[in-house]
């Protein structure tokens, strides 16, 4: 023992036991510890997201094969798939006449609705399936022959289809849709017209469709009539003869028309998901139905310029979505699929058209 060093006596806690001094982390040490958590987290993040959109696009596959399930279901009913929209419209054509220019004699039905053109259009295709979506009530509030494209002005008699119009379903909403807030009216699920190239400007085929506009105006895009549903079709499965597992029916789309007024604050209707097709030579967009030409999720310049009520970077003839890479698509014969925004050009119009009786070729699913 050496004798010449002080006498400390041993702290101890209350018992005898020795108590133990603890250090405390330096400000370097918490620093690494929180950069540690921060690179974690940061790694963490998108798996997370990618599981949260995995989940949505699931939702949004089950959502949209509903709604193919619907139109199958009004097609056993009334043995066809239902009408894009009601025209009221008869017409003569005239072949001689340039393509554009051989429709004649456009006439109304006499069951049409009174007033001006904007007041003859009758209910959508996502109207008409209502009773196959479970939505029975809804769709006897609906007084079918009262005009679903225009106002909800007196002058077409619309404010009687205001309430239920305004009733927002979510069946048709994508869940990954960031425009779609609680209580809009958006429908991202749009029926197929057909495909084909949308800038074959002067070569129209007339089994193909017919010319149309921009919504600016120029230049001039194609309106497709070569798939299943369109203005006042009633097609059979019989028709569909490139096959069923290979003919689009419904298909997403992005494109918005953000809600507005019009003439002295009058609500507007062409964003809804109960509006018709909008069939003015002046827009060429169908509201609820879109046609397999421009290339999935297009970034095309060429598209809707940005306006008041229509979302910017829209397009009105392409299927798009909020899914990163694709779209969800149901067929005909009621399957489902994603498909990638890779997909060849020539695959993806024919699988717009029903019975072109070329082969789609690749494997596009």
């Known amino acids: 023992m050496d004798c010449g060093a002080p006498f400390r006596p041993r702290s101890t806690r209350p018992g005898g036991h020795a108590a133990t001094r603890w250090r405390g982390f330096t400000l370097v040490e918490l620093l690494v510890v929180i950069a540690i958590i921060g690179i974690l987290v940061a790694l963490l993040l998108p798996a997370v997201q990618a599981a949260r959109e995995a989940a949505r696009r699931a939702q949004c596959l089950s959502q949209i094969k509903q709604i193919g399930l619907a139109m199958h279901n ?53 109207i008409t399936i209502l009773p196959y979506l479970e939505e029975q009530p809804l769709f006897d509030r609906f007084e079918m022959d009262q005009p679903f494209l225009q106002l909800y002005d007196s002058t077409c008699g619309g404010t009687l289809n205001k309430e239920p119009q305004m009733t927002p379903l979510a069946v048709w909403q994508c869940p990954s849709d960031t425009n779609a807030l609680p209580g809009t009216l958006y429908n991202c699920y749009h029926a197929c017209t057909g495909g084909g190239d949308s800038l074959a400007q002067n070569t129209v085929e007339p089994e193909l469709g017919f010319e149309g506009t921009s919504f600016n105006g120029t230049p001039k895009y194609r309106i497709f009539t070569n798939g299943i549903t369109g203005y006042d079709s009633k097609t059979k499965f019989a028709q569909i003869v490139d096959g069923t597992s290979k003919t689009f029916l419904v298909g997403e789309s992005r494109l918005h028309f953000r809600r507005g007024t019009h ?24 509201n609820n139905a879109t046609a397999a030409s421009r290339p999935i999720n297009s970034t095309d310049p060429e598209g809707i310029p940005p306006n008041g009520w229509i979302s910017p970077g829209y397009r009105a003839t392409e299927f798009s979505s909020h899914h990163p890479g694709g779209v969800q698509f149901v067929f005909a014969d009621g399957s489902g699929s994603f498909l990638g925004e890779d997909i060849d050009d020539e695959v993806y119009w024919s699988l717009g058209r029903m019975n072109d009786g070329l082969p789609t070729g690749g494997d596009f699913r």
């Open 74 to 126: 009004y097609e056993s009913a009334f043995g066809h798939f239902p009408a894009g929209t009601k025209t009221y419209m008869q017409s003569t054509f005239d072949e001689s006449q340039p393509y554009g220019q051989r429709r004649l004699n456009n006439q109304y039905t006499s069951d049409a609705p009174p007033g001006g053109s904007d007041c003859k259009t009758g209910p959508a295709w996502t």
């Open 263 to 286: 003439g002295g604050g009058v609500e507007e209707r062409y964003q809804g998901w109960s509006t018709s097709f909008q069939i003015s030579s002046n827009f060429g967009i169908p």
